[in-house]
């Protein structure tokens, strides 16, 4: 059974930092595109963070580009993102998932919450 399973999140000053982690049991990723994707209560899911299978390439949506900082480790099959500079609007469940991301491997998500 392939699992992602994130985590580190947290309920964090605006301004503050956090890392996410996201490690994968079951299968190997190491020769996907994986994403983090977040999802704000009654909004969609969105891709905020990617990175190619090799670490060379990689991609934020805007409201996120020069905070967030995404790597992977395919030794250890864990992705990671690396939040600085976290605003309210931050707040969200995220997620980690192949790019595109696959329905079935979807886990619980890692809540992120920022107080201002």
């Known amino acids: 059974q392939v699992q992602l399973v994130e985590s580190g999140g947290g309920l964090v000053q605006a301004g503050g930092s956090l890392r996410l982690s996201c490690a994968s049991s079951?299968?190997?990723?190491?020769?996907?595109?994986m994403g983090w994707f977040r999802q704000a209560p009654g909004k969609e899911r969105d891709l905020v963070a990617a990175?190619?299978?090799?670490?060379?390439?990689?991609y934020y949506a805007g409201s996120v580009k020069g905070r967030f900082t995404i790597s992977r480790d395919n030794a250890k099959n864990t992705v990671y993102l690396q939040m600085n500079s976290l605003k309210p609007e931050d707040t969200a469940v995220y997620y980690c998932?192949?790019?595109?991301?696959?329905?079935?491997?979807w886990g619980q998500g890692t809540q992120v919450t920022v107080s201002s």
């Open positions: 998932n192949t790019d595109p991301p696959v329905g079935t491997y």
């Open positions: 079951g299968r190997t990723f190491s020769s996907h595109a």
């Open positions: 990175i190619n299978w090799s670490a060379g390439s990689t």
